[in-house]
């Protein structure tokens, strides 16, 4: 491993280092809060509620998820093990409410499991050596190669997931327990009916009758209780975890088996995924011919927001273990077909079942109102639910392929969207997105200021969920299961983006798909040391230019950089600058050296470059990258 060394004094610490280590450390402290009021002595989250549906456990997950991913940027040790605790009272409580079969979902469509996911794909990050976590990965990826007598999800034949429900006791079949009825629900009002062609229902308050309702459950039962879809996609993240963990070649053969099989369908359809497939292999096989229409589709409920994820993971997951680009096409082409639809629209006249998603967007826009927008759903007349175009999507896909056509792609919705891509919005989602606009400014070296302020906002975002924590006065045992969630203070969305460079990850289940990962080579730990902030300063496909700085006048660290979250890029070689003047005035004489410093270029040709840091000195490394060139895995750099 090559050592280099910062030499350039540090006089005047950066605003934006300072907010960084200072939202770290209120994020680390934070969790205490949270679980002196949320959970129990073993951990369990306190709740009264039986779970009556398929529904919940994700819910439950999803309040500790990003934790570890904390630990990844540098957070407190205990917050690994804390993680760790948390995972394991919430499975038991989950099990024990007999939602989990062998510590996994029993059956669950894949939008929800991506989400309760996370949190185990963090846990296996934090610590690959952990041989519970090793074993686990192992048996929840082998749920979708038939390892399990009792977990038969797959078709290795017409390579095909075989039911939209599925997990650890293999498919399950229709949408709910018991007899097929869809009623009436506020929650699910915005999002219309799941079907328009079903007789007697011609609006959704007519799921108010108890009659219409059993109609329209059996017609989802019928049409979408079994064969595969698109969302399924979301599962090759679990049988990749397994690869990166493990290393065993069957996990990425599968997972490249799978996704192969849906974009041969996508290009029998135009490019665009059909998001049904019967058991027979045929596309629209139990509707009526439609390539439209199944669960978590095109039509119902989410559309292009889900099947758009679903893409873009399963082909970066696709990518990863190939080194092949092509896979990068099934996720570009579902958004280039959405584009083409797009037009500009007063948003105070549309119907948008996400409206909560667009707070960003909606808070920079003018008097008039007006933006791009594009359909993020197709039905039998033709697309319709236009809503602005979520920048996650062309944001990931240009993060993957670096792409100057990607780049182009948005800067057309930029030029499309009449609002300020610098505004900088105070506000969190339940995905922690939607700054992806300023970011990519910044990265573009127009918003200079982008660090700062979003640093400042994360941290005012986990004051506010800290003042909501102290002044929640709800009866614990009867709160919704989004309750939890809707309190957790961890925000990692701008320390993702500035010391990683990288968007914020697939909220369904993507994985961390980063430019670099920190570890403490003195802790032998992953993440940033204490009193080390870094800053990614721009991305290029063979550049990254990273900006790192100790904070401390008292203690050196030393940092281990790799380039991407699994190792698969490798640094060729790194030019940095180097003071040529260290040594300071003479005693007595206390004002500031004027710094002089030249430019080093040093060859690295390896995975991992290791930073010492002396007190107080700062360096910036533009580093050359090749990516996608090793064989990804979640080993740590020192046991390799």
């Not at 650890?168 to 009623?183: A, E, K, Q, T």
């Not at 969920?465 to 309750?483: A, P």
């Not at 290029?540 to 190792?567: C, M, W, Y």
């Not at 930073?611 to 533009?622: N, Q, T």
Request: aromatic fraction near 12%.
């Amino acid at each position: 491993m090559i050592t280099i060394k910062a030499t350039v004094p540090c006089h005047a610490a950066p605003s934006w280092a300072v907010w960084e280590r200072k939202l770290i450390k209120v994020m680390e402290q934070s969790v205490y809060s949270f679980l002196e009021k949320y959970t129990s002595e073993d951990g369990t989250l306190i709740w009264g509620t039986e779970l009556e549906t398929r529904d919940g456990a994700d819910d439950f997950y999803e309040s500790f998820y990003n934790w570890p991913l904390l630990y990844l940027l540098g957070g407190g040790d205990h917050l690994l093990s804390l993680g760790i605790r948390q995972w394991e009272a919430v499975t038991k409580q989950l099990s024990d409410m007999d939602m989990l079969h062998r510590e996994y979902e029993k059956g669950y469509d894949w939008f929800h499991q991506g989400e309760s996911c996370l949190y185990f794909y963090f846990l296996c990050m934090a610590d690959p050596t952990n041989s519970k976590m090793i074993d686990r990965a192992r048996r929840f990826a082998g749920f979708y190669l038939n390892e399990d007598p009792d977990a038969l999800n797959y078709d290795p034949d017409l390579k095909l997931i075989r039911a939209p429900h599925n997990g650890s006791l293999g498919p399950r079949w229709g949408l709910m327990d018991g007899d097929p009825i869809y009623s009436w629900s506020s929650g699910m009002r915005q999002y219309g009916l799941p079907y328009e062609d079903v007789p007697g229902i011609t609006s959704y308050d007519d799921l108010k009758d108890h009659e219409l309702a059993r109609r329209m459950g059996q017609a989802l039962y019928d049409r979408m209780g079994r064969g595969d879809v698109a969302t399924n996609l979301l599962a090759t993240s679990l049988v990749t975890n397994a690869y990166l963990i493990t290393g065993d070649d069957k996990y990425r053969k599968w997972v490249l088996e799978y996704v192969d099989a849906w974009r041969e369908r996508a290009q029998r359809n135009g490019g665009l995924l059909p998001d049904n497939v019967g058991l027979s292999g045929e596309v629209g096989e139990y509707n009526k011919g439609k390539w439209y229409g199944g669960n978590y589709g095109w039509t119902w409920p989410h559309g292009f927001y889900n099947i758009g994820q679903a893409a873009i993971v399963a082909a970066s997951n696709a990518y990863l273990l190939s080194q092949d680009s092509d896979y990068l096409d099934l996720a570009r082409t579902q958004i280039d077909q959405v584009l083409e639809q797009g037009a500009v629209r007063d948003v105070r006249h549309l119907e948008m079942s996400l409206g909560h998603h667009w707070t960003g967007i909606l808070e920079s826009l003018d008097e008039k109102k007006e933006t791009f927008v594009i359909p993020y759903r197709y039905g039998d007349n033709g697309w319709f639910d236009y809503q602005p175009m979520s920048l996650m999507f062309p944001t990931a896909v240009w993060n993957l392929s670096m792409a100057s056509s990607d780049w182009e792609c948005i800067e057309r919705i930029r030029q499309a969207s009449r609002y300020d891509w610098n505004l900088v919005i105070s506000f969190r989602t339940k995905e922690d997105s939607g700054h992806e606009q300023p970011w990519l400014r910044f990265l573009a070296g127009e918003n200079p200021s982008y660090p700062e302020l979003i640093l400042s906002a994360s941290y005012a975002q986990v004051c506010r969920r800290l003042e909501g924590i102290r002044q929640d006065n709800e009866d614990l045992m009867k709160v919704s299961i989004h309750h939890w969630q809707n309190l957790n203070p961890v925000v990692t969305e701008a320390l993702i983006q500035l010391t990683l460079g990288a968007p914020q990850i697939m909220y369904n289940g993507g994985l961390l798909m980063c430019r670099v990962r920190y570890f403490d080579l003195d802790r032998h730990r992953p993440g940033l040391p204490e009193d080390v902030a870094a800053l990614v300063e721009k991305l290029e496909d063979k550049r990254t230019v990273l900006r790192l700085v100790n904070l401390s006048p008292l203690r050196s660290h030393d940092v281990v950089i790799q380039p991407g979250a699994f190792g698969a890029h490798r640094f060729n070689s790194v030019r940095y600058t180097v003071g040529t003047n260290e040594c300071p005035r003479p005693i007595g004489n206390n004002s500031a050296t004027e710094v002089q410093t030249e430019q080093v270029t040093t060859v690295v040709g390896d995975d991992t470059l290791h930073v010492h840091l002396p007190p107080a000195r700062e360096i910036v490394l533009d580093l050359e990258t090749e990516r996608y060139v090793n064989q990804p895995s979640n080993e740590l750099p020192w046991n390799r």
